[in-house]
């Protein structure tokens, strides 16, 4: 079951009620629209989209369970602006970005690569049409190219020494599996702490492969015309890079006279809520009203 984090948080800033409009931009295990249709019952809608095609296969279930309420699509939010011409959304009381990867592709389904923790091949696509892969990656960048890697997306001190064995390892053989990248990273990083070594490597990874930084630049920006006046953006994020694109793009809405910061430092999790759900630790939510029509 994926739990969706900061659920009360999002719940407020949105403002959900019935009659109104709203779009979730990051599906993913389906936590917080669920929670978000709850509230909107019963006439509001929720659109809903994903890049993911086996997150869309999940949401179907809901679409089909209210199908007056809620509607979802496989689409990149990067191309966002395409998608709302295109199905011509009504203007939106909220949207929402959850840029965590769900429960579902962690642990259900080690097949897609994203986990360390369970075996499974080197994949780390969202969407299993894209051409790059993480196993591409792996086994031809550079050393240096890994190490640059590692570095800027996963914030990784020991980049260059990590991608330096791995270069080493796979002339002996091929990386082919999560398990043997993650071994590797731990033989080089060993075991501290709570956090698995190559955590910051993996995360680099799909950063990397699912262009998520560049998609979430476009994103952000493509949702904000598409909300009516009074509209709330809200955005959840894991790693210190996508949080810098929100707070700048946020802070560049206030100077212009155009939205209000709702949030002028991150909210995160409270301790009760990281008990439960570990990986809500990491989590940041920035919000932000418009108060000018497009």
């Not at 209210?66 to 979802?72: A, E, L, Q, V």
């Not at 155009?258 to 995160?268: D, F, G, S």
Request: some cysteine; hydrophobic content about 40%; aromatic content about 10%.
């Amino acid at each position: 079951m994926h739990t969706p984090v900061l659920i009360k948080e999002v719940l407020n800033f949105l403002d959900c009620r019935s009659g109104a409009n709203y779009l979730d931009c990051t599906f993913g295990g389906g936590g917080h629209s669920r929670e978000i249709i709850m509230r909107i019952l019963p006439d509001g809608k929720l659109f809903a989209i994903d890049k993911d095609p086996q997150a869309v296969v999940r949401g179907r279930e809901l679409e089909e369970e209210y199908p007056d309420n809620f509607f979802i699509w496989q689409k990149d939010f990067a191309t966002l602006d395409k998608f709302a011409k295109e199905v011509q959304l009504p203007p939106l009381k909220g949207i929402l970005f959850d840029l965590g990867v769900s429960s579902f592709q962690l642990l259900e389904e080690p097949g897609r690569g994203f986990s360390f923790s369970q075996d499974g091949p080197l994949d780390m696509r969202y969407d299993p049409c894209d051409f790059l892969n993480a196993s591409w990656v792996i086994n031809r960048f550079s050393v240096l190219e890994l190490a640059k890697l590692f570095r800027y997306y996963g914030e990784e001190k020991k980049a260059y020494t990590i991608a330096r064995a791995i270069v080493n390892q796979r002339k002996k053989k091929a990386f082919t599996s999560t398990k043997e990248l993650a071994e590797t990273v731990a033989r080089v990083k060993g075991y501290k702490g709570k956090i698995h070594p190559a955590t910051k490597v993996f995360l680099a990874l799909r950063l990397f492969v699912n262009r998520e930084l560049e998609a979430l630049e476009k994103g952000i920006k493509y949702a904000f015309p598409l909300l009516e006046k009074g509209g709330t953006l809200c955005v959840i994020s894991f790693h210190s890079l996508e949080d810098r694109i929100v707070k700048r793009f946020f802070k560049k809405l206030s100077a212009q006279g155009e939205a209000i910061v709702l949030t002028p430092k991150p909210v995160v999790p409270l301790k009760e809520e990281i008990s439960f759900n570990h990986r809500a630790r990491s989590a940041k939510l920035r919000a932000l009203k418009k108060i000018k029509k497009s």
